[in-house]
């Protein structure tokens, strides 16, 4: 009886340990796929010399995806959707303060 009520208490404990750890380690992933996604983004729009190419375009699409994350793809689509320059402009700060907000969490 006794032993039964300790080895329930020990499950318990490392299920919730478990759980906590596979928490962790999604924050950390998605971490890693934000990061990448804005050093991609810093590097091949914010410090291009020229237009951004197709397939940089194609890049950048698909690496937003793989965040899937709802508030930075509806950035993105705002970004991408710009028809001026100012309004690309404060989709670029709205999208890295989003981007750094994730980092933090």
């Known amino acids: ?17 478990l759980s906590e750890i596979k928490t962790t380690q999604s924050k950390v ?7 990448d996604f804005a050093s991609m983004f810093i590097t091949k729009v914010l410090q291009a010399d020229q237009e951004v190419d197709f397939e940089t375009r ?17 950035e993105w689509q705002h970004f991408v959707g710009s028809k001026t320059e100012a309004e690309a402009q404060e989709s670029v700060k709205d999208l890295l303060e989003i981007l750094i907000g994730k980092i933090k969490k």
Do not use: C, H, P, W
């Open 29 to 35: 992933e998605l971490n890693g796929k934000v990061i």
């Open 58 to 74: 194609l890049s950048l699409e698909n690496a937003v995806r793989g965040l899937e994350d709802e508030e930075i793809m509806a």
């Open 1 to 17: 009886m006794i032993a039964t009520v300790f080895f329930g208490l020990q499950y318990f404990t490392l299920t919730q340990e």
